[in-house]
């Protein structure tokens, strides 16, 4: 019996299973980073939403009339917990790359104090106030732009 042509046909098969398998994985590969990076931009959105709206609250808390430190204080910090900021932020955590985080967490850190400042009397406006506004600016255009690195999208140039 000869053995050749049904060698042939076996190598062949094998042959083309292989290349199903590893176009099969290729595709895979391709898809699971196309969702990853939806969900990155879909969490990134969520952070920096709820920065800029856990700015714009407490400056809303500081431009109001309270009637005494510990109230104002008070409103201050739920004006941010209100924001879900802390929701957003464990997330962004869980799916950012090192660099992302380390920015993010510093824009995070540059609001809770202009908080803190709020919080203990500082007006908005004043020269107090002026040397964190401009910290908190610098902190969200460095992690907006690694976000748009990271995300492949080039950067603004107007911040």
């Known amino acids: ?7 042939s046909t076996l190598t062949g098969a094998v042959i083309g299973i292989a290349a199903t398998l590893i176009a ?9 980073a196309r969702h990853a990076l939806e969900v ?6 969520e952070y920096v939403s709820a ?13 109001g009339d309270h009637r005494s430190e510990s109230a104002r204080d ?10 879900g900021i802390y929701t957003a ?18 824009a995070f850190h540059c609001l809770r104090a202009i908080r803190d400042a709020y919080a203990g009397g500082v007006a908005v406006g004043s020269a107090d106030e002026a040397p964190l506004i401009e910290r ?3 902190a969200m255009a460095r992690m907006r732009h690694l976000m748009r690195e990271d995300l492949g999208i080039g950067p603004l140039g107007i911040e």
Do not use: C, H
């Not at 990155?40 to 959105?45: D, I, Q």
């Open 1 to 7: 019996m000869d053995w050749m042509p049904l060698l």
């Open 24 to 32: 099969d994985r290729s595709r895979w590969r391709r898809e699971e």
């Open 40 to 45: 990155r931009r879909e969490v990134y959105t």
């Open 51 to 63: 920065l800029k709206a856990a700015g714009e609250e407490i400056r809303a808390v500081a431009l």
């Open 74 to 83: 008070a409103a201050v910090r739920e004006a941010v917990r209100g924001t």
């Open 89 to 106: 932020s464990e997330r962004f955590w869980l799916v950012g790359p090192p660099q992302v985080v380390e920015a993010g967490n510093e």
């Open 136 to 138: 908190r600016r610098r």
